[in-house]
């Protein structure tokens, strides 16, 4: 599968902005999703995933109620809705097909592949 993203800029803290992942092929509604950021200078995390029909979803910490994770399997398409930003947010955010949903559990830190050229959030005032 090849994934494009968009959506990402620069905005205030407490803004938002919605990415999106747009998948070729028609195997996307059989792959669980996530979205993994990388900020300056830390490794790659996961801040969110999503199975096969949306049915479970995984938040880290860090994003827990700022941070929806949806996916428009009609449409080939995952999103992040992203409200409340934080200078912390900063980062490249990548989805990515996700290998660690198994036996109904999200297991941590993750095993991802297939992944989106990334886009780039930042937030600024």
């Known amino acids: 599968v090849q994934l494009v993203v968009s959506g990402g800029g620069m905005v205030q803290p407490g803004g938002s902005l919605r990415l999106s992942c747009a998948a070729s092929?028609?195997?996307?509604?059989?792959?669980?999703m996530s979205w993994v950021r990388q900020a300056p200078g830390k490794g790659p995390a996961c801040v969110s995933g999503?199975?096969?029909?949306?049915?479970?979803?995984y938040y880290a910490d860090s994003v827990k109620g700022r941070f929806t994770i949806s996916r428009d399997n009609a449409k080939n398409t995952l999103y992040l809705q992203m409200n409340s930003l934080k200078p912390e947010d900063t980062a490249l955010y990548y989805c990515?097909?996700?290998?660690?949903?198994?036996?109904?559990?999200?297991?941590?830190?993750?095993?991802?592949?297939?992944w989106g050229q990334g886009t780039q959030v930042t937030v600024s005032s």
């Open positions: 092929g028609s195997t996307f509604s059989s792959y669980d």
């Open positions: 990515a097909r996700d290998y660690s949903y198994i036996d109904y559990a999200w297991s941590r830190p993750g095993v991802f592949g297939s």
């Open positions: 999503i199975n096969t029909d949306g049915g479970s979803t």
